[in-house]
């Protein structure tokens, strides 16, 4: 046999692995797009958990409760295997090893106040720095100053479970340019009679602020 053709066989380059393909991010983050109307944030209300089946056990709702902190209020059960425990009621980043927690604080700030959509690449705290999932995040608004997020998780079919995250990649999104982003909300009406003077305007008593609904748990697919 030639040898030069065994050097050619031995010294081959090995076919770089196919990408893996994560369930549950593409698919969340279509559905939200198609809740946006005229370019809009979706509003929580809108949200039906039929139009995320199939993908449910990794979506969760999570509602900003300090900078940089966001608390599970409603977790699929695949975050709950990952994580060890029942998320509800806890911050996000319990998902997260200690030194990447302070930037996905720095992510969900970007999401809730830009706002913007943001992936993640996820890789294991133990293993060999392969990412074994990824993490989309989207703001929703809410109408009782509530500030909340939509995200999905999608795993690895090998993902280790009960592990926890830190950051390989990030992306970000803007959902609208500077100048939308910048662009003051009209100013309400003065009447004659007072034109000529400034007035301090409420938009809601403070005193008669209506209590936040619970809510809803999803259900199954």
């Not at 930037?103 to 106040?113: A, C």
């Not at 990824?134 to 592990?163: E, K, N, S, T, Y």
């Not at 959902?175 to 003051?184: G, H, I, V």
């Amino acid at each position: 046999m030639d040898l030069k053709f065994l050097e050619l066989v031995r010294f081959r380059a090995s076919p770089a692995p196919a990408p893996v393909v994560f369930d549950g991010p593409p698919q969340v983050r279509a559905y939200w797009e198609g809740l946006r109307r005229a370019g809009a944030i979706p509003m929580r209300a809108a949200l039906d958990p039929r139009g995320m089946s199939g993908v449910l056990d990794r979506v969760f709702l999570a509602e900003r409760i300090g900078r940089g902190v966001a608390q599970v209020r409603i977790a699929g059960s695949a975050l709950g295997e990952i994580g060890g425990m029942d998320l509800r009621g806890l911050p996000l980043t319990v998902l997260f090893c200690a030194e990447a927690r302070d930037l996905v604080g720095q992510v969900i700030e970007q999401v809730l106040h830009a706002p913007a959509v943001a992936e993640l690449d996820l890789v294991p705290d133990r293993g060999n720095g392969r990412v074994i999932a990824q993490l989309v995040l989207m703001p929703l608004a809410d109408g009782q100053d509530r500030r909340l997020v939509l995200g999905a998780f999608g795993f690895a079919p090998d993902a280790l479970r009960r592990c926890r995250f830190k950051v390989a990649r990030r992306r970000e999104e803007r959902l609208f340019d500077r100048s939308e982003a910048a662009e003051p909300a009209p100013a309400p009406a003065l009447s004659a009679r007072r034109a000529g003077h400034l007035t301090l305007v409420h938009a809601k008593d403070q005193g008669g602020r209506s209590p936040r609904r619970p809510l809803p748990e999803f259900s199954g697919p």
